[in-house]
């Protein structure tokens, strides 16, 4: 065969790949996520579907803290379907990025299936632009499968459409998974809002909620996890089954002093009952050998402990502690940065979290 032949044949070959690709991509029919059940939305009432504030909060919050409650960390989408494919067009409503984070757990989507006793993780749609269309799994045997597709870690979202196979069938799940009668709620950091997991489903409040099958609520708010008091009495309308409070990296000294009290007091007076978890600050890795950062991250859980011992004392039986130097290991191999959890470091902080929070929850029960 002559070089031009050669080259045409690849030249077919090509075309044809990308015109099989577009044909399975259009083959499918698409449907509004939105038409079925969400979870990990703490409040009904937001100015956009995938919202993880109020919407009447808005003119009342920072805007630093308006601005990422539009990210989806947390919220899902459950259904069921037959279909032997599925593909996924979503529209992202900041189109982020960021440096030490990768795009699909900054703006990706996450899909698992639950599997006899457990949920499989599936595979994650890479994103493109602001918009993003992606063929994300075929040639599955047409049987009925309970999903679970998890929203963008950094990155809000205008729309999310879901493609089946024509003639297959798509509806809210036949099974209560993660139940959602009394979830978790966490609120945090950038840590609990995600960074810098590799995908949605790695941030730990998501590993917690498929090990334990119960929803979670994310009010992680990189950079301002502040203990705000308008975060506090939004929490308050939840009925929540434990509240796990997971600040301290964001606050300094003087704020853990001024607030920290005041913000578990009322939490612990208005939820009476339900179990709070106080997280101590896993630190930076740096403070191995930077002793300013040490002694900063050591006086910080020094008073947080210090305000849970006191608690304690005042006879709040429904409070407990998980120290920071137990989250994540003492390698310190479970960063990106020295800071934010690698999908390592979210894999061990979730079972510690698990390990504490199982029992809580069952007793509480």
């Known amino acids: 065969m002559t070089m031009i ?15 099989m690709k577009a044909q399975s991509q259009d ?4 449907y509004n ?10 409040f009904s009432s937001t100015e956009m579907l995938y919202d993880r504030l109020p919407g009447h909060l808005k003119d009342t919050l920072r805007s630093a803290l308006w601005k990422l409650s539009k990210n989806s960390s947390g919220i899902a989408v459950r259904f069921c379907s037959n279909t032997t494919a599925i593909g996924l067009k979503w529209e992202a409503l900041f189109s982020s990025n960021m440096n030490h984070m990768a795009a699909t757990g900054v703006r990706g989507l996450d899909l698992y299936s639950y599997e006899k006793d457990h949920w499989q993780y599936m595979c994650t749609a890479k994103p ?23 929203l963008p870690l950094y990155d809000g979202v205008v729309s999310v459409e879901i493609g089946i196979d024509q003639g297959a069938a798509i509806a809210n799940p036949n099974i209560s998974l993660p139940k959602t009668d009394q979830p978790i709620v966490f609120y945090g950091t950038s840590i609990t809002q995600g960074g810098c997991a590799s995908r949605p489903g790695m941030a730990y409040p998501s590993i917690v909620e498929r090990k334990m099958n119960i929803e979670t609520i994310n009010l992680g708010f990189s950079g301002n996890g502040l203990m705000d008091w308008e975060i506090l009495e939004a929490m308050l309308t ?21 607030r920290g009290y005041k913000f578990i007091s009322r939490l612990l007076e208005k939820k009476e009952g339900i179990p709070v978890v106080m997280v101590g600050e896993a630190g930076f890795t740096q ?23 006191r608690l304690k004392n005042e006879g709040n039986s429904n409070l407990y502690f998980i120290s920071g130097d137990q989250l994540i290991g003492d390698d310190y191999e479970g960063t990106v940065d020295g800071r934010h959890f690698t999908d390592l470091g979210f894999q ?7 390990e504490v929070l199982n029992p809580l929850i069952k007793q509480n029960k």
Do not use: H
């Open 5 to 19: 032949g050669k080259v045409t044949l690849c030249l077919i070959m090509v075309c044809g790949v990308l015109l």
């Open 27 to 30: 083959s499918l029919i698409y």
């Open 33 to 42: 996520a939105g038409n079925f059940e969400i979870i990990g939305k703490g």
């Open 128 to 150: 493109g632009e602001k918009k993003s269309q992606v063929n994300l799994i075929s040639n599955m045997q047409p049987v009925e499968r309970e999903y679970l597709l998890y």
């Open 238 to 258: 939840i009925d929540a089954s434990c509240y796990v409070i997971d600040c301290l990296p964001n606050c300094d000294i003087q704020r853990v002093n001024e």
């Open 287 to 309: 403070s191995y050998f930077d002793l300013t950062i040490k002694n900063k991250v050591d006086g910080k859980n020094q008073v947080w402990k210090s305000i849970y011992d």
């Open 348 to 354: 061990r902080c979730a079972e510690k979290m698990t």
